[in-house]
């Protein structure tokens, strides 16, 4: 769990702030597509916190909570969480579905559509 | 009006979860005193991190979502079995037996014991009872899950198989849409 004692490095966009934040974005861009009740997202949690904290000068990584933001997970066709969908300059070079909740893979996860 | 003494505790449950919808409810009605005062306040978690911590400044959706919590007047929380305990002793239709787990024998309580435990198995079996989004169960659950669903088959219930154990599929009709919106 992320815990309140630590810093929350990943922001969540929604509907309203995802063209500015991430289409329209610069450089590679991570987007968690998850929901709080959702006990993957939980678990996957914790890696995805230190993984943003490692990649921080050159990737930024944001969620879309889909119980709050359904019109987003539509236009992505999101079939469940977490899934994580990575654009570089508002195109999506890269996805996957229910990543194994370690820290070394979720980088290369999140690193190799940028290679 | 109730006053400050009567501010009811708020029991946060999982609306996520068929398990804990059914519990909160029967709590949601048993709660309901002949008064018609609710002597316990049931409220689905959300999905708002902030909203969720103006109950309380220590309370961590994650953590919400991962165990059952129940925020006390004082500023408490108890959590799990405590937590459990703590709604049983509220109810009109518990409270003459939840005396028994503050009984203490030589440091240990044995009946608050018990219910920690089967609270413990309660929230691992929640996945045999098709909450999708509780997560990848125990080690000892999935060979019950597995004998659940292959018993269930023959009924035409499928399981909707996500592309990794570490996946909570949505629905197939209607996917994202078919989430409950708060």
Known sequence: MSGNKTIDRIQTVTARTFDRSVLKGEGPIVVEFMSYGCAHCGVIEPDLQQAAKIVESAEKIFRVNIATDRELADIYE????????MFLNGKV???DEGPSPVLSNIL???REPYE | MQ???EVAPILLFNDECGVCRFIASWVKTSALAR???ASIDVRPIGQNPEELRTLNQGLNIWDAYATI???MPD????LGGEAVAGVLRRLPSTRWFSWAFGINVFGVRPFQAVLNLAYTILADVRPVFGCESCGEPSPW???IRWIVRWVASPFHWRHQQGPSRHFTSLPVKGRASEIPHR
């Open chain 2, 3 to 5: 006053s400050r003494e």
């Open chain 2, 35 to 37: 008064s018609g005062v």
């Open chain 2, 141 to 143: 659950v999935r060979p």
């Open chain 1, 78 to 85: 999101i079939h469940g969480t977490p899934t994580l969908i």
């Open chain 1, 93 to 95: 070079v890269g996805r």
């Open chain 2, 69 to 71: 919590h129940l925020l």
């Open chain 2, 75 to 78: 500023g408490s929380m108890k």
């Open chain 1, 108 to 110: 290369a996860l999140i």
